[in-house]
């Protein structure tokens, strides 16, 4: 499976952007979104389950972003609103091969592949 994430970029706080991941290659049954701050350690933002659209998000993001997805193009959407500093970081996707339980998707560990990410930076 190959991901390309995409959709990054400079916002000032309160604003929005769109992230989009396009995936190729083999099905699969769970995608998260993830962030890393350099210096820190990459952390769970939203997952969603492939079949069904179960989905879950960080605390800190749960109002403000939304996970979605387009099965027939194979891409996932994380729509981030009222963004702020704080968010700024590497965004990655990733997928699981098989559908992770719900308790699981914020579980890196979880995931089989990752996607290059995108720089979303929030000034304030």
């Known amino acids: 499976v190959q991901l390309q994430a995409s959709g990054g970029g400079l916002v000032q706080a309160g604003g929005s952007l769109r992230l989009s991941c396009a995936a190729s290659?083999?099905?699969?049954?769970?995608l998260g979104w993830f962030r890393q701050v350099p210096g820190k350690a990459r952390e769970f933002v939203a997952g969603?389950?492939?079949?069904?659209?179960?989905?879950r998000y960080q605390d800190s993001v749960k109002g403000r972003f939304t996970i979605s997805k387009d099965t027939a193009k194979k891409t996932s959407y994380l729509q981030m609103n009222s963004l702020k500093p704080e968010d700024t970081a590497v965004y990655y996707c990733?997928?699981?091969?098989?559908?992770?339980?719900?308790?699981?998707?914020?579980?890196?560990?979880?995931?089989?592949?990752w996607g290059q990410g995108t720089q979303v930076t929030v000034s304030s």
């Open positions: 969603i389950q492939w079949s069904g659209g179960s989905t």
């Open positions: 990733a997928v699981r091969l098989t559908r992770i339980i719900w308790s699981g998707l914020a579980d890196q560990q979880q995931y089989d592949y």
């Open positions: 290659g083999r099905t699969f049954g769970s």
